[in-house]
Structures are given as C-alpha cells and as structure tokens.
C-alpha cells in the first residue's frame, strides 16, 4: 500500500497558477503510475493527468493539455500537478492516486490521498 498526502490547494484568481504537490511513502514508486483526479461538486470524479514512474512518460485529460504538466522528484517520492491559465471550472478537489496500471480510469488506482481544493475564483 502507498500512503499520498496532497498539498498545494488553495484559492486563485483566473489566469493564475498553482502546483500541487503529492508526497508518497510506503512503498517504492518504480512499478506505479500516479494520477492526478478531480471532482467537482455533483460532478463525478475525473482524470487529470497521469505519470508513469519508471519511464517518466506523461498522458493528459483533453481539457487539461497546454496548461497542466505531471512531474515527479524520485530523490523525493514526490509527483506535482503544475496548473497554469486556471480557469473557474477547475474548480474541484484535487486527488492524487497511484495504480500498478497505466491508466486514466478511476477503478484501476488502488490508493488515494485525501484530496486537496483548489477554487478558482472569475
């Protein structure tokens, strides 16, 4: 099991930044992808963004792509979500998960952190 801790939420105004910031422990990433998810108020949960912690290699959710950018610090055990052009309807609380899948889909990611929010304001 991997235990995630999120930090770096907070409030912004359109246009802004943020990075968010998921420190692992428990267990050696090297055989992981870490995602980063999303959920609204009354919305489902949904991918972000998502890393492959051996190869590095990165995919993102369309709406997310020019603007966000997964990265990890191994040194760290640590994956960032780095969120530029923030709009208000990325609004949402902000999950990082880890799978032993390469996967955008929710059921396929075994441990979660408890979430940090992000508000966007416009």
């Known amino acids: 099991q991997v235990q995630l801790e999120e930090s770096g939420g907070g409030l912004v105004q359109a246009g802004g930044s943020l990075r968010l910031s998921c420190a692992a422990s428990g267990r050696s990433l090297m055989y992981y992808t870490m995602g980063w998810f999303r959920q609204a108020p009354g919305k489902e949960r949904e991918f972000v963004a998502a890393?492959?912690?051996?190869?590095?290699?990165?995919f993102y959710a369309d709406s997310v792509k020019g603007r966000f950018t997964i990265s990890r610090d191994n040194a760290k055990n640590t994956v960032y979500l780095q969120m530029n052009s923030l709009q208000p309807e990325d609004t949402a609380v902000y999950y990082c998960a880890a799978s032993s899948r390469y996967s955008s889909t929710p059921v396929d990611y075994d441990d979660w952190g408890q979430g940090t929010q992000v508000t966007v304001s416009s």
């Open positions: 890393i492959r912690w051996s190869f590095g290699s990165t």
